[in-house]
């Protein structure tokens, strides 16, 4: 997951692992794309609005590199142009800070589904 608001990272981790998922996590969009290891993850979670960059260029560079995973995207700041940007992407879902829970679980168990 691809956050910079730490307490939103740590928040979605307990979320996560309470589900039976384990989660990596990244403040920033270098960190993301130095990882390089995507083999054991079933989707990214990417924030739309970061600090450095944005979430949906990030996407096109990680597909650009050959990661193709599903992503998810998260934002707190939702506009038309941006939702609309995130959807021609091919995000698998495109959720609004603050999010229900169930919202976040339901895409990332269809992707963990479609994975194994």
Not at 31 to 50: E, K, P, R, S, T
Not at 103 to 114: G, Q, R, V
Request: hydrophobic fraction near 40%.
């Amino acid at each position: 997951m691809l956050d910079d608001d730490p307490s939103l990272l740590k928040g979605v981790q307990r979320l996560l692992r309470a589900h039976g998922f384990e989660s990596v996590l990244f403040e920033t969009a270098e960190a993301l794309q130095q990882h390089g290891d995507f083999d054991q993850a079933c989707c990214i979670v990417l924030d739309v609005n970061l600090s450095d960059e944005s979430g949906i260029e990030v996407r096109h560079q990680l597909r650009a590199s050959g990661i193709s995973l599903p992503v998810i995207f998260i934002t707190g700041k939702d506009n038309p142009a941006t939702r609309m940007a995130a959807m021609e992407s091919g995000c698998i879902a495109y959720l609004r800070k603050p999010f229900p829970a169930s919202a976040l679980i339901e895409p990332i168990e269809k992707a963990s589904a479609n994975w194994s």
